[in-house]
């Protein structure tokens, strides 16, 4: 994407949904199997996954859908200024402190910081307002990430310099027809890459350990006797693979987006809430969904597209889930071309064309690269 000022692209204030991306530098394999090196980084890709978990525990940052390439990986993120506004300081201080530690134990983990240490934090006014933002910004959650991933790649390989091409990009996904196009485009990635043949293939997206936590909870409903339905979207255990992420949909969930609201009470976190799993998996003491349709029906389009945009498939949409794309303001028409095209149709923001004329508006902009596509692809 352009340079533009983040900006005018994230408003930090508002709790918003985006897209956001970044690739390696020279688009070379620096997280798996490089062809012209013969080497194999794949297991960058688990300390990625392990990154994204362990943030998403800190910050006030919902990670809804992800996927992790070779050469680039893409996320989908909520910031949640709403939430992290009903920290008490020592809340704010503490966290930062898991973040950013002045002391670690001997196997590199942060020490638990004492009294003394996290009032030193609270006692500056002016720097636990500044953390309070920063713990709610995207662009703070992706420095973290990619400064992190940056220095671990080099050290382990004694090199210097950069590890990625250029600054995150972004996409402000403007209303829910947006969010959830960019949600299958990204749980479809491996697919597309050929990489998998299915979603329940594609052990590196946010759909795959779906689906595998869906098949726990199954397990967990039928050896307790009950409904597999009530199981499905509320019984979310530690141990679960998507349990640091966002539900699909619940219905306490929290507003989409706009002005910060109140919302229900957190418990407040600490060292003890992190259950480490299998995968280093980790609590969140919040969850909110993110789309108005269920897992089981995400899980469907998401299915029934991918066996649509596999190489040598007819490009015809499915009539089973136009009425599910209708509901959300997406014209079925436009729907594989949409996945086919969504990195070259759209840019700085999604939703439709009224939306991304106020979004324009607000800017300074008069319009959007993207704007005619949009106006075709949603209702």
């Known amino acids: 994407m352009s340079g533009r000022p983040r900006n005018q692209v994230i408003r930090e204030d508002e709790v918003g949904v985006y897209h956001v991306w970044s690739r390696c530098v020279r688009r070379l394999f620096l997280c798996g199997w490089d062809p012209r090196t013969g080497r194999d980084y794949s297991h960058r890709k688990v300390w990625l996954h392990g990154r994204l978990q362990e943030l998403a525990q800190i910050f006030a940052v919902d990670a809804c859908v ?75 959650f992706m420095k973290s990430v990619n400064e992190w991933l940056s220095k671990r790649a080099n050290a382990s390989e004694k090199q210097r310099g950069h590890f990625w091409q250029e600054r995150f990009g972004c996409r402000n996904l403007l209303d829910e027809g947006a969010i959830l196009v960019c949600s299958i485009y990204i749980d479809l990635n491996e697919i597309r890459a050929q990489l998998a043949a299915a979603p ?67 418990l407040p976190w600490r060292p003890a809430d992190v259950a480490q799993q299998d995968g280093g998996a980790v609590a969140k003491t919040w969850r909110h ?7 089981e029906q995400y899980l469907e389009i998401l299915d029934r597209t991918g066996r649509q945009v596999a190489e040598g498939k007819p490009g015809v949409i499915d009539p089973h889930i136009a009425p599910i794309l209708e509901r959300v303001g997406i014209r079925p028409s436009a729907w594989l071309g949409m996945l086919e095209e969504f990195e070259t149709w759209f840019h700085g923001a999604v939703g439709k064309a009224e939306r991304v004329l106020e979004h324009a508006a607000q800017t300074g902009r008069s319009w959007l690269h993207g704007l005619e596509h949009c106006r075709q692809s949603f209702s």
């Open 200 to 266: 329940e293939g594609s052990r590196n997206t946010s759909a795959y350990h779906r689906l595998l936590a869906r098949l726990l909870r199954r397990e967990r409903a039928a050896a307790a006797g009950v409904a597999a339905f009530a199981f499905l979207e509320m019984d979310y255990q530690p141990s679960d693979p998507d349990y640091w992420m966002c539900p699909v949909h619940t219905d306490d969930r929290a507003p989409l987006l706009g002005v910060p609201g109140t919302v229900a009470s957190t």
């Open 289 to 295: 969904g993110f789309l108005s349709v269920t897992l």
């Open 66 to 140: 992800w996927a992790i390439l070779s050469n680039h990986y893409h996320l989908i993120v909520r910031n949640r200024p709403d939430l992290v506004a009903q920290w008490s300081d020592e809340e704010v201080a503490r966290r930062w402190w898991y973040l950013y530690p002045e002391r670690r134990n001997d196997d590199g983990l942060p020490a638990e910081p004492t009294a003394v240490e996290i009032r030193s934090i609270v006692q500056d006014s002016r720097r636990i307002a500044e953390l309070r933002k920063r713990l709610s910004s995207i662009s703070w």
